[in-house]
């Protein structure tokens, strides 16, 4: 008998990274941490708006990130959108951060400036908090703040990459609706494949069941001739040996 040839169910859910793997994601998070404690640190507690903002615009980076990829196995769309939300969150972070420093009159350092390229180097080559936290409490307003705007613009430049990735998924492979469509066809393939492999197979099954019942006809013919056959020779048998028994 043919095997079978469906294939593995095959999940229609989209395959994403785990968010926490997300390099962007690791360093929103820095980000939301360290903002937090630069508004302690160098903002008012009380009376002063941007505290809110600042870490309400960081807090929303972190988390729509986390809720696009989550949204993201079932509707690339909506990470897109929230991805974006992100995108805008961390953007207004980074006005924040260079506000902050225009109106202390506090310098955003550029390639220029001697401290420049090494901040560069450490927070491209570290997204752990693990490692920004043991400076939280050392940095002066103008460190901070420049690390700061430099992971705003890394987890931005990151999450554009991301972004651009995909919409062109989106554009080939479709949302969850293609997915659905496309299981869907894929399993009725399948099934009307199978259908035919099965069609195929019955006028061989049903040749095997004629040549089977003929064989069984045949060894019937030749059981009742045996058990006649036999029947004759056991009366033959019990005459004779009444006979003798008469004639002694």
């Not at 939280?136 to 430099?150: K, Y």
Request: aromatic share 10%; glycine share 4%.
């Amino acid at each position: 008998m043919a095997k079978s040839s469906e294939k593995p169910f095959k999940s229609i859910f989209r395959q994403v990274p785990k968010w926490q793997d997300l390099w962007f994601y690791q360093k929103s998070e820095v980000l939301y941490q360290m903002t937090y404690v630069f508004c302690e640190r160098f903002l008012p507690q009380y009376g002063d708006r941007t505290v809110d903002q600042m870490v309400q615009a960081a807090r929303s980076g972190k988390q729509n990130i986390v809720e696009g990829s989550e949204d993201g196995k079932t509707s690339t769309e909506m990470e897109l959108k929230l991805l974006n939300v992100a995108r805008s969150s961390i953007g207004e972070l980074r006005q924040d951060y260079e506000d902050y420093l225009k109106s202390r009159q506090l310098k955003q350092w550029t390639p220029d400036d001697e401290r420049f390229q090494p901040m560069q180097d450490f927070t491209k080559s570290h997204n752990q908090l693990s490692d920004y936290e043991p400076y939280f409490q050392q940095w002066s307003a103008e460190e901070m703040a420049n690390v700061g705007l430099t992971l705003c613009f890394q987890v931005d430049t990151m999450m554009n990459k991301y972004m651009e990735s995909l919409e062109k998924t989106f554009v080939t492979q479709g949302g969850i609706k293609e997915r659905m469509h496309a299981a869907r066809t894929g399993y009725r393939q399948q099934q009307d494949k199978r259908l035919a492999e099965l069609e195929q197979t019955v006028p061989a099954l049903q040749q095997q069941l004629t040549q089977a019942q003929a064989e069984v006809a045949e060894w019937k013919a030749k059981y009742e001739d045996l058990k006649q056959r036999a029947l004759k020779a056991y009366q033959e048998q019990k005459e004779e040996i009444e006979k003798l028994k008469r004639t002694r």
